[in-house]
């Protein structure tokens, strides 16, 4: 009997020191790269349990630390060390979809109850926009075309026509032929009783400026972790060569939203169930340049906290990707509370920067088939927290 305990007791000894070495290595990971014997001979070994490493990870991220659980319980936030707490200035534009300077779209009502779109087109691209006015039930109500100038810059201003409910721009690099949605789905108008329009606020953004104006870590938003593995040598040689000869950290964390769009591509296949599921840990998209939105924000996560920039990783519910209904502000995308996407805020400049590489993306894998986008978009780069809004639902920070 005491035999079968001490033998009991190893075990668990051996199993819990595993689990920890897997938490804070990729001694697990990488076992067929540390145990070359292993993948030589025994190939399919070497996999499983590399695979199983990330599902354990996996499931003990999902375990709260003892803090946490007394936080739950008193049901108070955990708290932050002041001097480690990041300050959250940020820019408030009713009109303004995103901030960045080189690429950016304005929607507002004029005096004259027009509506009033304007901005930077971005590349050759985007010279051509076409706006359209849909009904409730996507009918096309009213359409125009555009031409930004040779600055990059357009402004159009619009008549609303009766029955408007939402509007969308496509953009293209001629007049005519295939264009790409440029802001679709997402912007809603309303007409008053006074016979006046009204952009929609959206329902989950108070909710999203409590979240967001929370105190978070810098500290936390800097360390390398299993999934955003900031120190793999390979994460930090690309981080190097992409912001290497750049001085702003705004600018840094710009080139890493380009190459992360338009180097990785978004694996359909995966979520079909098509294929093996699409790797999350960062060092793994950078490998195979195949993720979902996860494998999205940890390799930019990564390889910003491997510049020297601060990066969250954040989940949260993206509206209208699941709902029964396919509208954007249905009551499954409003109240939900289980994640189905994941995106990043950036530590800028004493700000939090919002970022969503996937979004932002073109490429795609379908049907085993790698089809390469037109152009990276930047309308997630810096976006605004209340066009953001429309679209994401804030649940949790993760690290």
């Known amino acids: 009997m005491k035999f079968i305990k001490r033998l ?12 920890i070495i897997n938490a804070n290595t990729r001694f697990f990971k ?4 540390n145990i070359p014997f292993l993948s030589e001979n025994y190939p399919e070994v070497a996999e499983y349990i590399s695979e199983a490493s990330d599902s354990v990870n996996e499931a003990l991220s999902h375990i709260p630390s003892p803090s946490e659980m007394l936080t739950k319980i008193r049901g ?23 901030f960045y300077s080189g690429e950016n779209t304005s929607v507002a009502l004029t005096e004259d109850n027009e509506l009033d779109v304007y901005g930077v087109c971005g590349s050759e691209s985007n010279k051509y926009l076409v706006y359209r006015f849909l009904s409730e039930d996507g009918e096309v109500l009213d359409q125009y075309v555009d031409e930004a100038d040779t600055d990059g810059n357009f402004r159009k201003t619009m008549d609303i026509p009766e029955g408007t409910y939402q509007f969308a721009v496509f ?8 264009f790409s949605s440029r802001i679709y789905d997402y912007i809603y108008l309303t007409n008053n009783a006074d016979d006046t329009w009204a952009l929609v606020t959206s329902p989950v953004y108070e909710h999203n400026i409590t979240e967001y104006e929370k105190p978070k870590s810098i500290s936390a938003a800097s360390k390398s972790t299993y999934s955003v593995c900031s120190d793999e040598e390979s994460v930090r040689s690309l981080s190097e060569s ?4 750049i001085e702003s950290n705004y ?16 694996d359909n296949d995966s979520i079909l169930g098509d294929t093996n599921s699409a790797p999350y840990v960062a060092s793994d998209v950078l ?12 390799l930019y996560a990564a390889l910003c906290r491997a510049a020297g920039i601060p990066c969250n990783v954040v989940t949260g519910y993206a509206l209208g990707v699941s709902g029964s209904s396919g509208s954007s502000w249905d009551d499954a995308g409003i109240n939900g509370s289980e994640a189905n996407h994941a995106w990043n805020e950036v530590y800028i400049d004493n700000r939090w920067v919002i970022v969503d590489t996937t979004w932002d ?7 085993g088939t790698a089809t390469p986008g037109q152009a990276v978009s930047h309308l997630y780069f810096d976006a605004n927290i209340r066009f953001f809004s429309t679209n994401h639902k804030i649940l949790e920070y993760s690290t």
């Open 30 to 33: 990488d076992i067929g790269k």
């Open 251 to 266: 600018d840094k964390a710009l080139a890493i939203h380009d190459w992360v769009s338009e180097n990785i591509y978004y």
């Open 287 to 298: 490998d195979s340049k195949r993720a979902v939105c996860l494998g999205y924000a940890n």
């Open 76 to 98: 108070t936030e955990l708290p932050i060390d002041p001097d480690d707490t990041a300050s959250n200035i940020y820019y408030s534009s009713d009109s303004m979809l995103n």
């Open 171 to 178: 953009t293209g690099p001629e007049r005519a032929g295939t």
């Open 361 to 367: 993306s073109q490429n795609s894998i379908e049907n």
């Open 242 to 245: 992409l912001t290497n000869d």
């Open 8 to 19: 009991f007791a190893a075990v668990v000894i051996l199993v819990a020191a595993a689990v």
